[in-house]
């Protein structure tokens, strides 16, 4: 039996990160609470350090290592947020950090990366099992693995982003949340449960990748190929152990947006909210508009997620 993270260890991640982590704002559009005949409030954890709400799990599991484990450093698989929080922690807490990333990955997030301090190991993303690399390296170097989703620790930091939006906002009826490997959903239940407890909750997938919505129908994780869509935040192949439990017990349900539905979004936080948003980061605007015939008149909070892109990116995919 795998033993949880309930909402106590939510608390204690919000004080592990409490002087180290911001604490977004909570932003509102009257446009937006016009077009869904609702009152929307927008978590903002674009704002967040790094740029995306990884920093607080990566945070929360790095502050918990004993003296030996900070001694002998951590090591991580990710391209993307994940890499950048457990770098940019790691640095803050004196702990050597060794990531393990595809040897294709933007240059904007490699240069991140070791901007914060990281060593980066590279792989081919084609060949090689990139988490049997990152167990390797934490066998021969006595290196503790902080995979980007499927710990406690992660799911109780990333639940403190909810547990704030909630703090300052509810009574909600419903909260949207973007959803890859399920570590900002699963945290997010935590707190939802805990705080608000007739709020509907849903994850938001990329239609490409609707593994979770499959898992959370069929009751059993479903695995799939790498999808191709623009929201590489959610370019998972499947959920966690620990997060697959909580979200199966906790969640309403999982809808799924189009890449189209995303860019849309994308335009409209940066016209009318003046905000720079990740494809990732949408998730939850767009399946709010998609079901907003079941709003009307409610409280809805929408966690963005992140605002990393490449500028390059930023501007093409808004040009299509
Ligand atoms: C990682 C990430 C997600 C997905 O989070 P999970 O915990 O893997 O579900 C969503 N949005 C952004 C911006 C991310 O970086």
Redesign the pocket.
């Known amino acids: 039996m795998l033993k949880l993270p309930d909402f106590d260890d939510v608390c204690a991640a919000a004080g592990r990160l409490d002087g180290h982590a911001h604490r977004t704002p909570v932003m509102t559009s009257r446009t937006v609470n016009q077009e869904l005949g609702a009152e929307v409030f927008f978590k903002c954890e674009n704002l967040q350090r790094m740029g ?3 920093f607080r799990g990566a945070f929360n599991a790095l502050s918990k290592f004993d003296q030996k484990q900070r001694n002998a450093g951590v090591v991580t698989f990710s391209s ?3 890499a950048q929080a457990i770098a940019l922690s790691a640095r803050l807490l004196g702990i050597p950090a060794t990531i393990v990333m595809p040897h294709d990955a933007p240059a904007s997030k490699v240069a991140a990366t070791r901007g914060y301090g990281g060593k980066i190991v590279s792989y081919d993303r084609y060949q090689d099992d990139r988490e049997q690399i990152g167990r390797d390296l934490a066998d021969k170097h006595g290196l503790t693995l902080i995979p ?2 499927d710990h406690p620790d992660v799911i109780a930091g ?1 639940g403190t982003a909810a547990k704030e939006l909630l703090e300052e906002v509810a009574p909600l009826d419903a909260l949207f949340v ?8 699963a945290g997010s239940a935590l707190a939802t449960r805990a705080l608000a407890l007739d709020c509907k909750l849903y994850g938001v997938e990329p239609e490409a990748g609707n593994d979770g919505q499959q898992s959370f129908r069929s009751g059993a994780i479903v695995h799939i190929e790498t999808p191709k869509t623009i929201a590489d ?2 370019q ?1 192949q499947h959920l966690g152990n620990y997060t697959f439990a909580i979200i199966k017990r906790d969640v309403d349900d999982i809808l799924t947006v189009s890449d189209e539905q995303l860019i849309e979004c994308m335009r409209f936080f940066a016209s009318r909210m003046k905000m720079v948003v ?1 494809p ?2 949408c998730l939850g605007l767009a399946a709010a508009r998609k079901i907003k015939a079941d709003l009307k008149g409610q409280r809805v909070g929408v966690l963005i ?2 605002g ?1 892109v490449d500028l390059d990116r930023y501007c093409s995919l808004l040009r299509t």
């Open positions: 995306a709400f990884k993307g947020n994940h980007p989703y990333q973007s959803l890859g490997g399920g570590g900002l959903l935040g959610a998972t990740e990732t980061g997620s992140g990393n």
